[in-house]
């Protein structure tokens, strides 16, 4: 199976478990693949065959921008469920790393899913 990578999309999103964490915007990063098979797109060079990536992004966008959230795990799965229901993606992988933390020690706090259109 083919992947469609996006790596470390910015975003400024109002998410965090205290209602003060959420009241300012903050900076996450998020990475994505899906999974489908690109044969088809490859041998005709026609993007119907494929994703968009730029559509991917603009639907992450709209996802992430459009509410408050409290974890990054709902963020995650709302991302991978509109992937999987919008694109002809069979499966789709989720990270999102939130690096702005309390705990200086650490480099950023980060949530994986792996998600299937069938699954």
């Known amino acids: 199976m083919d992947k ?33 098979d690109t044969k088809k797109a490859a041998k005709t060079d026609d993007l119907k065959y494929t994703v968009n990536y730029s559509e991917v992004y603009d639907t992450i966008k709209n996802i ?5 959230y409290k974890l990054i795990e709902t963020i995650s799965q709302d991302i991978a469920e509109n992937i999987l ?16 933390l309390k705990n200086k020690n650490l480099k950023y706090a980060a949530v994986e899913i792996l998600r299937e259109k069938n699954g």
């Open 64 to 68: 992430v921008e459009r509410k408050k």
């Open 4 to 36: 469609i990578i996006l790596k470390e999309a910015g975003f400024l999103c109002n998410v965090g478990v205290s209602a003060e964490e959420r009241r300012k915007k903050q900076e996450i990063f998020i990475d994505v693949e899906l999974f489908l």
């Open 85 to 100: 229901n919008k694109f002809n993606a069979e499966k789709v992988l989720v990270n999102i790393q939130k690096p702005k």
